[in-house]
């Protein structure tokens, strides 16, 4: 199974260069046009709206627009602890995005469970969904989070998000079991 | 002010009442769990205690605090669990009410039915500590799930110990994992 998982950046130049003019306008499409999914729960939620807010302005990078629906949005933004018993309904949400779709961990709390190391708090929301770029911060500075759009925006147009990847390997799989 | 209601309640149930006490400013009257309805019921009816504050449970297991002498302690010959139940007058008087449970049979009457406000409160000290409050309307888990076993806030639950619902040992999400294989 050649499928590289990670890369450099001379890798990443290296497969720009081999990219496909389609594969490059639908990347840069997407990276442009994110779609959030807000899963707010917790206070992490605040500096999420201020994120989005005119001060910071999420809107400079085309992820201005909350969609209340996982069926309309393509980037889940995980915004405070995730409890246990959160767990199945954050997966339903997940299963029920469009493909291809990114997730990011805002806070530490959705990246490893921060400081709730009890019965109720998840360690991580990683463990229920893969995360594509993660937020650390108690809560993190704006300018955190919109470094982590910068970097999510990045690996869209390489086509290393976690959904890409997946899709490239099915389609990888299958061209093999063909041969 | 308070004192007083104490001393009522002792003349009025002197085989309902364990002991009282005053700790911290807070009266505190320890009631038998057989006549805790029926104390409950003339303290508000009588006295006018007819707002609830809180109902807690407080888990005595191997309580050793600094300064106390070694008699103090607890053992296991002491019950295990106190459940309070914290109540107000209208003439804003404060008087809590505790009731020992001993750990095999953790059974208190509920005053659910005399205040409606304690019906979530009682199913959250079910949930967290398993204390059963008999004649509750609806006596299920409030916070955790169904399927959670055990009660986390008892001293003896491990500290870091979860019960996850769900798990991502679909492999079919998690490239990584699938490559290592």
Redesign the interface.
């Known amino acids: 199974m050649g499928v590289e998982l990670s890369t450099t950046r001379l890798e990443d130049a290296a497969k720009w260069a081999k990219q496909s003019l389609l594969e490059r306008g639908s990347n840069w499409g997407r990276k442009f046009s994110l779609f959030t999914y807000p899963f707010v729960t917790a206070c992490c939620g605040m500096e999420f709206m201020s994120v989005a807010g005119p001060k910071y302005d999420l809107a400079r990078f085309g992820a201005e627009f909350p969609r209340f629906s996982p069926r309309q949005s393509d980037l889940l933004m995980i915004v405070g602890t995730i409890t246990e018993k959160q767990g199945p309904a954050l997966k339903r949400v997940f299963d029920q995005m469009a493909e291809p779709k990114w997730v990011i961990a805002f806070g530490v709390c959705a990246s490893t469970g921060g400081f709730y190391q009890n019965y109720h708090a998840m360690p991580g929301c990683d463990q229920v969904i893969p995360v594509d770029v993660y937020i650390p911060g108690c809560p993190p500075r704006p300018e955190q989070v919109l470094d982590a759009i910068i970097l999510l925006m990045d690996r869209i147009q390489h086509g290393r998000g976690h959904s890409q990847l997946r899709t490239k390997r099915e389609d990888l799989i299958a061209a093999e079991r063909e041969e | 002010m308070a004192k007083q209601v104490l001393d009522a309640l002792t003349a009025k149930f002197p085989h309902a009442v364990d002991r009282t006490e005053m700790t911290y400013g807070d009266e505190v009257a320890w009631i038998k769990r057989d006549h805790l309805v029926e104390v409950a019921k003339w303290l508000r009816d009588e006295l006018g205690f007819v707002f609830p504050v809180f109902v807690t449970a407080i888990d005595r297991l191997d309580w050793k605090p600094i300064g106390l002498p070694p008699s103090e302690h607890w053992n296991e010959d002491k019950p295990r669990f106190e459940v309070a139940y914290q109540l107000r007058s209208k003439t804003n008087q404060r008087l809590r009410l505790k009731i020992a449970a001993p750990e095999q049979d953790p059974r208190v009457p509920s005053l659910a039915e005399l205040w409606p406000a304690f019906n979530w409160q009682e199913r959250e000290t079910f949930d967290m500590y398993g204390i059963r409050f008999d004649g509750h309307p609806d006596l299920r888990r409030i916070?955790?799930?169904e399927e959670f076993v055990g009660y986390?806030l008892r001293k003896d639950?491990p500290?870091?110990?979860?019960?996850?619902?769900?798990?991502?040992d679909d492999l079919?999400?998690?490239?990584?994992k699938?490559?290592v294989r």
Request: no cysteine; hydrophobic share 25%; charged share 35%.
């Open positions: 916070y955790l799930y986390p639950y500290k870091e110990k979860r019960q996850p619902l769900v798990r991502r079919a999400l998690n490239p990584l699938k490559e």
